[in-house]
């Protein structure tokens, strides 16, 4: 917390003229436009996580595993090759307008809020899907059923019980669907949205005096807690409303003359977030194969994301460690208070939280300006609840009385760690270093505004050479990118099969 709390010092001052950028009319006009897009992925997310969740969990749905994996990979999608590749694919210049259009038929335009509505949407409706779909398997379905029992129709059932059972889970996956919305910056500016995010970069880049972009990260910073306030009050008055209950199996729910359109929904969200890009992407990588091209250029972008990911993951994992254990096994005031404010310093959008390390660095630590050292610190304070909170269940799951007894046999406590608790943190461990090592190779705003100069990841490539329309140039890193993240995201949905 101690750069956000620069970035107030930095943001109270500022100058008159600076100040004044909060009292526009402009300012307000951003602050409800990226406010109503958050609202609307939100929305959107749920609109399309739910329904999916419930298809292949609770239904008869041919091939709901196939289903599960094609509805989930989106997550390894970044928004912003998502955006490239809609643009790509749909857009003015795109491979489907210009067949479609020579038939005479045309598409409506992707830029600004409807193009950022729909990337945005199908970018992060797999967190309500995952967040749903795990509350369904974990639910007593004998309340649905006895619900059934008594008269109620399916729609009456869904309405009046499974929809309370869900809702904490809805609202988590829609909070962080609003809160990647709210915060994101590369599919905006290349969409042509006009978002609080990409006016606080634009602030920063063509300022001299960046106090105005900190006034206005501060903004952001608490328009994202106000999300993150909201939810916690609709889940607080939703878990009154959740049952409790041993659990049973569920009865598998015949889709049957619905199933061909069940089918053709999960086609079109899956063919949408994930086939369409992949296809877009391949079309124009042959493109840029076939004008020349060169790969060898990839070399430094991918060492450079590979560096920065897996240092990021590491030391993430160090970090967790140690809170993990404060809170696991110590719980009380202190630990409550640290897990707030380090899950609370995960809702800062990341282009805040960047210029408060810049900021930070430039007046406090500036040996550590422009250096690799900060970005990978940037990396993994942004993504430390994720390797925190896989740690934190891998702990509980060990309990306490399996030190205890290597304890009473005469080990040592760093033996003890050593030898029997870290071995059993290790698929926690694993799988919290995954998370922040998919999560940092797709950052953005953190890489353009820490990196040091000459450094440049997959990311800042795609983003730079699709802002300019250069899309044959941008698929081949957009490729790399999007296979080493479905990598990643094949490998956690492994590690989670196999813990379950």
């Known amino acids: 917390m101690l750069p956000l709390a620069y970035l107030v010092i930095r943001a109270s001052g500022a100058d008159e003229r600076a100040l004044d950028l909060l009292v ?40 709901r595993r196939l289903w599960t994996v094609l509805t989930v990979a989106p997550l390894a999608v970044p928004s912003y090759v998502l955006a490239f590749a809609l643009v790509a694919g749909l857009g003015p210049r795109g491979v489907l307008s210009g067949m479609l259009g ?6 409506p335009s992707l830029y600004g809020l409807p193009g950022a509505l729909l990337v945005l949407t199908l970018a992060t409706y797999p967190y309500v899907l995952l967040a749903t779909r795990a509350t369904l398997m974990r639910a007593d379905p004998a309340l649905e059923e006895a619900a059934r029992s008594l008269g109620d129709g399916f729609t009456t059932a869904f309405r009046r019980v499974t929809l309370p059972l869900l809702a904490p889970a809805m609202g ?25 995010a990409r006016a606080i970069h634009v602030q920063y880049r063509s300022s001299f005096d960046r106090s105005g972009a ?13 999300l993150v ?30 199933r061909w359109a069940a089918l053709v929904f999960c086609a079109a969200v899956a063919g949408l977030a994930l086939v369409l890009p992949a296809g877009t992407i391949a079309y124009w990588l042959v493109r840029g194969l076939e004008q020349g091209e060169p790969l060898r250029l990839l070399a430094d972008p991918v060492h450079d994301s590979l560096v920065a990911g897996g240092a990021a993951a590491t030391v993430a994992v160090l970090l967790a460690l140690p809170v993990a254990f404060l809170v696991v096994r110590y719980p009380g005031r202190l630990s409550s208070i640290a897990e707030r404010v380090l899950y609370g310093a995960y809702a800062v959008p990341g282009i805040a939280l960047a210029l408060a390390l810049v900021f930070f660095s430039l007046n406090v630590v500036p040996f550590l300006y422009q250096t690799l050292a ?32 290597a304890r009473s046999l005469g080990r ?58 250069f899309f044959a140039r941008a698929a081949a890193p957009a490729a790399v990118l999007m296979l080493i993240s479905l990598a990643s995201v094949s490998l956690l949905l492994r590690d989670g099969e196999h813990s379950a």
Do not use: C
Request: charged share 15%; glycine share 10%; net charge positive.
């Open 214 to 226: 900190a006034a206005l990260a501060l903004l952001l910073v608490l328009a994202a807690f106000a």
């Open 374 to 405: 900060l970005l990978v610190l940037a990396y993994a304070l942004r993504f430390l609840p994720q390797a925190s909170g896989t740690t934190r269940s891998a702990l509980m799951l060990i309990g306490p009385r399996v030190p205890e007894a």
């Open 172 to 196: 988590t996956g829609a909070l962080l669907a609003a809160l990647y919305a709210i915060s994101d910056f590369g599919a905006v500016s290349i969409l042509r949205f006009d978002s609080f």
């Open 412 to 469: 040592s406590p760093f033996e003890v760690l050593r030898t029997i608790t870290l071995p059993l943190l290790r698929p926690g461990l694993l799988a919290g270093a995954a998370l922040v090592f998919l999560s940092t190779i797709k950052e953005l705003p953190l890489t353009l505004l820490v990196a040091p100069t000459g450094f440049g990841t997959l990311a800042t490539q795609v983003w730079g050479a699709a802002n300019e329309g």
């Open 102 to 107: 020579s038939i005479g038929v045309g598409l």
């Open 24 to 63: 526009r009319p402009r300012t307000l006009e951003l602050l409800v436009s990226s406010v109503a897009l958050a609202a609307g992925v939100g929305l959107g997310a749920t609109l399309l996580g739910v329904p999916l969740a419930w298809l292949t969990t609770r239904t008869d749905l041919p091939g």
């Open 229 to 258: 306030w909201a939810e916690a009050r609709v889940r607080r008055r939703a878990s009154l409303q959740v049952p409790h209950g041993a659990r049973r199996v569920a009865r598998v729910i015949p889709l049957g003359r619905w």
